[in-house]
């Protein structure tokens, strides 16, 4: 069965910093992995989708790396605001048995104060 | 573009009560599935349907059932309420295939009292 684990649990940092998120997954087939950010109340925004052949993805001031062997995966946040403070979900979609379906991470809750 | 539409955004309902939790997408995806979220267990699938037509067991089926009305609309239906099924419900889309992400909607905060 698929484990997917976000490290940090929590992360509070002042405004500016560089940041790095963790996430890893225990079954390496999978078909690709996507970073979630959700905002209290509210629903799932999808920041990145990585495919399993790619090694990285950039939108704006995030990047998200992959590496399928090791199970791993970071999302790299630079010059971090006030605005980015949310939970950031990390979410494997699944081969073989678990075709198609995704398994979530519990997520890292980032507070980013001025 | 709507995207992922899901009614109601709230819900209360006493014990043994009945519901259903409708998801409209209008991306025209095959694929649609329904999830929990709950403190500490994070995101569980509960069921999805691959395709119009099918629908299958996800993680935490029990207590629930669900209808593929079309390609746009899948609802999660609620027969008899728990105060174990307070949580907040998510639906999503995604394209067949291997390589689509997943789009979701903005959930339904459920609870049973």
């Known amino acids: ?114 | 573009n709507a995207g992922v539409t899901q009614t109601p955004k709230f819900q209360v309902l006493k014990t043994g009560q009945s519901m259903t939790l409708q998801c409209a997408q209008d991306m025209n995806h095959n694929s649609m599935y329904w999830y929990r979220q709950d403190p500490g267990m994070g995101l569980r699938l509960i069921y999805y349907s691959a395709s119009e037509g099918t629908t299958d067991k996800g993680e935490v089926p029990n207590g629930y059932n669900v209808s593929r009305l079309n390609k746009r609309e899948f609802s999660l239906r609620l027969e008899s309420a728990a105060p174990s099924q307070t949580s907040v419900y998510f639906c999503a889309s995604s394209e067949s295939g291997w390589g689509y992400g997943y789009t979701f909607g903005s959930g339904t905060r459920l609870t049973v009292v």
């Open chain 1, 1 to 114: 069965k698929q484990e997917v684990t976000q490290i940090p649990a929590a992360l509070s940092v002042p405004e500016g910093e560089n940041l790095v998120l963790n996430c890893s997954f225990t079954d390496s087939a999978i078909y690709n992995l996507q970073w979630f950010r959700q905002d209290p109340g509210k629903g799932l925004t999808s920041l990145l989708l990585i495919q399993s052949s790619q090694r990285e993805q950039t939108s704006g001031r995030l990047n998200a790396s992959l590496d399928k062997s090791s199970g791993r995966s970071t999302l790299y946040i630079a010059a971090s605001q006030p605005g980015d403070s949310a939970t950031y979900l990390c979410a494997v979609k699944g081969g073989g048995t678990s075709y198609g379906k995704l398994t979530f991470g519990q997520g890292t809750i980032l507070t980013v104060h001025p």
